[in-house]
């Protein structure tokens, strides 16, 4: 399985997981270390920075996890490009997952603020991983942008439906020149194995862990899941066919 | 068009029949629904669907848990002022009750957020009774540039404003505004609220959309259980969450119970509404709202709280005090309401936590201001 390269940086594992939604930090940590996973992503908003004894971070701190702070709560592209600002100071870290989903219900993330924000972000020297609709334009604009990797959604955030959005991920896969991260809806581990079959990067998991009924055994679930999905993927998969070979092919007159 | 339209066209009677009405063949309908409408939210608070709370527990529980994973947020509440001109015939903080008034200095407030924060909070709730004379606009944004150094998250609990006071409150740090009609029963309203401000219907019922228009984050509703026929009541609450999540839809919405308690000089509660029924009417709200905060306040027993937990809650107060000054200054003092879980923060994040679940202490960030 090849190594995954986002921003000049080598990940081995192609699995990133949220932390939001444990029993208990503990249990969070269990998990992740259970993934394998290399790349966590972290609410800004969760993170007690100013008595610096934020339970979240204490368990997170392993040399092969890297933190991926994220803008949740940001309605626009200026409050986002603002709380990336003191997530960079604070977790000292230029890689961001930019959030913006102005929609407190379904949190679909905006994209015309998603968009200007990261432009700015890009110029300000940000490794930028925008959450997205699954839109083939917006990524290619995203990319002029300066985004790092695009990270489109499967389906509504949070709703374990899979990948509802395949047809578009399909296209966006084809067409990109950066790496594409399958971010939300991802349900179970063979939803995991079938983003990467069809040539996702990465995929981000965190609800069907978290509130799976063991989680760390859901961790290591998906992490085998991935990894298998990629090899198919590398390997190649053998073509489906709709019909049945023809026993008078319509050719056969060509000799 | 503000809700006072919607709300016009429905008849409290009319309603009220159409909840009795439900058979348990709506009720099983409204259980197997993808997406459940206000008619199955009627059918889940009908007394129809008794028979059915376990399966309906199941199920909040289930949504719950997918949308706000095994979590409970907490916050604490801070009153500021038990001043009020209001003469609300179930508060303790009523005009005519003669009890010693108190409303707190800013070095009070100090004192006060001090051991609030000693607790372990991060979000923090100010609540005030009624009295334009003393807690005004000025008043709040004061507190709030006291409070706001110290806390991720403020809300508001005190009472109606206009657009462009929430508009000052929501640039001074205010997170949340929390309003509940009490009752929507119209013709009703007058006897609970005979005089004062608070005696305006439509200018309590509009608040909200007040609130949406100024940008608010997040806007709590809910009616006091205890007035009128809860049934009837919900379903107007429901009504209007439905108008304001359509209308303002950047802002987030959270839904209250308080259940009337036992307070100095006030009357006992119209209606019982018993824990079962309580029940159902928690686990229907999450039925229809997947997304939408649920919040139990201290008013309820430790026993039912300790169970709610993983019944469709979502944020809740511990350790709290219902007085001006009462986490420091004087404990004694009249309270709004007596709290029921005496337990202490500590304590309950330590029940959340032997259940599997994580106190969370913070989940705002003021540089989303």
């Known amino acids: 399985m090849k190594n995954l390269k986002i921003a000049g940086k080598e990940f081995q594992s192609r699995l990133f997981l949220g932390t939001g939604k444990f029993g208990s930090p503990k249990l969070m940590e269990d998990a992740v270390l259970a993934s394998g996973s290399e790349l966590v992503t972290v609410a800004l908003k969760r993170i007690d920075m100013e008595t610096n004894t934020d339970g979240l971070l204490a368990h997170l701190q392993h040399p092969h996890i890297n933190l991926l702070p994220n803008t949740s709560g940001a309605r626009n592209a200026k409050e986002a490009i603002f709380a990336a600002q003191l997530a960079r100071e604070a977790l000292e870290t230029n890689w961001l997952k930019l959030e913006i989903h102005p929609d407190p219900r379904y949190l679909m993330p905006d994209p015309v603020e998603t968009l200007i924000a990261c432009e700015g972000l890009a110029r300000l020297g940000f490794v930028v991983l925008p959450y997205i609709h699954a839109d ?35 296209i966006i896969i084809e067409q990109s020149n950066v790496p594409v991260i399958v971010d939300a809806g991802i349900g179970s581990p063979s939803d995991a194995a ?45 073509t489906t066919k709709r019909t049945a070979e023809a026993s008078s092919p319509l050719t056969a007159f060509l000799g | 068009m503000m809700f006072k339209e919607i709300f016009n066209q429905y008849h409290w009677d009319e309603v009220q ?60 509440p801070i009153y500021l002022s038990n001043v009020c001109t209001n003469f609300c015939t179930y508060c303790g903080f009523n005009f005519d009750n003669k009890i010693k008034r108190k409303t707190l200095a800013p070095d009070e407030i100090s004192l006060e957020i001090a051991e ?90 509009e608040t909200p959309d007040r609130a949406g228009k100024a940008g608010i984050h997040k806007i709590g509703v809910g009616v006091l ?29 959270s839904v209250s119970f308080p259940r009337i308690r036992p307070a100095e000089g006030v009357l006992p509660p119209n209606v019982v509404v018993s824990d079962r029924e309580m029940v159902q009417l928690i686990c229907a709200y999450r039925l229809r709202y997947e997304n939408v905060e649920l919040s139990i306040s201290t008013r309820e027993s430790e026993q039912f709280r300790n169970n709610i937990i993983k019944l469709g809650v979502t944020s809740m107060s511990a350790g709290s005090k219902t007085n001006p000054g009462g986490y420091t200054l004087d404990t004694e003092s009249l309270e709004q309401f007596a709290i029921s879980d005496e337990r202490s923060s500590r304590q309950m994040a330590e029940y959340i936590s032997s259940i599997n679940y994580e106190p969370v202490w913070k989940d705002w960030d003021k540089s989303f201001i």
């Open chain 2, 116 to 205: 609030i924060k000693k607790q372990g909070y991060n979000h923090i709730l100010l609540v005030t009774g009624e009295a334009k004379q003393v807690v005004h606009i000025d008043y709040f944004k004061n507190a709030i540039e006291i409070i706001k150094p110290h806390f991720a998250n403020i809300s508001i609990e005190v009472q109606p404003l206009d657009q462009e006071e929430y508009e000052k409150l929501r640039q001074a740090g205010i997170y949340a505004v929390l309003v509940y009609q009490e009752t929507y029963n119209q013709e009703k309203y007058p006897e609970y609220h005979p005089k004062g401000r608070k005696a305006n219907f439509d200018y309590r019922l």
């Open chain 2, 17 to 76: 029949e159409s909840i009795y009405a439900k058979t348990s063949l709506d009720v099983e309908m409204a259980l197997s629904s993808h997406r459940r409408t206000l008619e199955d939210f009627k059918a889940l608070i009908s007394p129809a669907a008794a028979p059915y709370l376990e399966e309906m527990a199941q199920l909040s529980h289930q949504l719950t848990q997918k949308r706000f994973g095994n979590t409970i947020q907490m916050y604490a």
């Open chain 1, 194 to 238: 079938r983003a990467m079959e069809i040539g996702a990067d990465a995929v981000l998991v965190n609800t069907a862990i978290a509130v799976g009924g063991n989680p760390v055994e859901m961790a290591i679930a998906f992490r085998l899941s991935v990894e298998a999905g990629r090899i198919a993927f590398e390997a190649r998969l053998a």
């Open chain 1, 136 to 170: 083939p334009v917006l990524c290619k604009r995203l990319e002029d942008a300066g985004t790092a990797a695009v990270m489109p959604l499967g389906a509504p955030i949070g709703s374990n439906k899979g990948l509802r959005s395949i047809d578009f991920l399909e």
């Open chain 2, 225 to 253: 259980l205890g007035l009128e026929d809860w049934r009837t009541d919900s379903f107007f609450c429901a009504l209007h969450l439905d108008y304001l999540q359509k209308k303002y839809w950047q802002t987030k919405y």
